[in-house]
């Protein structure tokens, strides 16, 4: 009987999984062709009209505190707590204010919170749906209740937006919801939309942020840098962005136009879709196994043959 090489094995656990490839390839091919929703909610940021006044902030965070866990950060000059002075997004901070200067007369305030993507990637990884994009709003949503805390969803995001509440003995990923359990449900808006004293922040759905967005473009070439931020960026999102300064001197990263949650989509809905892979590959592990197990046995029975 042939023995079962290493080479061997590897063949035809390649084979399986170009199989397993090959019957998944329409899942995939089915989720290429998902199309940008304009129709969603979202949020436009215009860097030129922020004043810094982080009204934004405090907003949020007041409105979100008890539903999201949230708690204030003293800064390290305020011994007596007057003030929440995050120095960045945190497990306590969904939206953040920064400056960035770069000399005295070039400057710009710039804002963080989750970029609600067309194809979020931290949905794509969630291995348990802690992660959702709702089909009308476009809100991407944490679920406190389903997530088993892999974090997985902080390593995909490209944008490093959800946070991970360390220091408490019962964490949540923290992330902007726009507001979907609290201020949106009671009026109908954003927080920090309703609170910019400044208009910095306009809410709305995409297609109407984005149309504001060009015009601003064309009736102030000379204000703007000519580009909408999170029009293409990773495949689109619902937070948009114009500036006077380059949106990567503000933080902002730069994005190819292809969504990365494309490519894990295609691995987890052919190889891993209904757990076909490890099944396959155990599966191939036991064939093998008993393949081996029946070859010694019958060297065994010939050595018992030979002994009489």
Known sequence: MKKTSRRDFL????????????????????????????????????????????????????????????SYEKAKFDEDGLWDAPSDLSGSTRTLIKL??????????????????QKPSCV?????????????????????????????????????????????????????????ATNLREKGITACAETCPAGAIKFGKRKDLLEEAHQRLKDAPDKYVAHVYGEHEGGGTNHLYLASMPFNKLGLPEIKPEAPAEFSEKIQHTIYKGFI???????????????????????????KKGDK
């Open 11 to 70: 063949k035809l656990a390649g084979a399986t999984g170009a199989g397993l490839l090959a019957c998944g390839a329409g899942s995939a091919l089915a989720n290429e062709g998902l199309q940008v929703n304009n129709e969603e909610l979202g949020m436009l940021y215009d860097a030129t009209k922020c004043v810094g006044c982080k009204a934004c902030m405090s907003a949020c965070k007041r409105v979100n505190s008890d539903y999201g866990s949230l």
């Open 100 to 117: 960035f200067k770069e000399s005295e007369k070039r400057w710009s305030y710039v804002k963080y919170s989750c970029m609600h993507c």
């Open 124 to 180: 794509s990884v969630c291995p348990v749906s802690a992660m959702t994009k709702e089909k009308i709003s476009g809100i991407v949503d944490y679920n406190k209740n389903t997530c088993i805390g892999c974090r997985y969803c902080q390593i995909a995001c490209p944008y490093n937006i959800p946070k991970f509440q360390w220091e408490k003995a019962v964490p949540q990923i923290v992330k902007c919801d726009l507001c979907k």
């Open 277 to 303: 892979a490890p099944v396959a590959l155990y599966s191939t592990l036991c064939f093998i196994a008993v393949k081996n197990m029946k070859k010694h046995q019958g060297h065994d029975d010939d050595h």
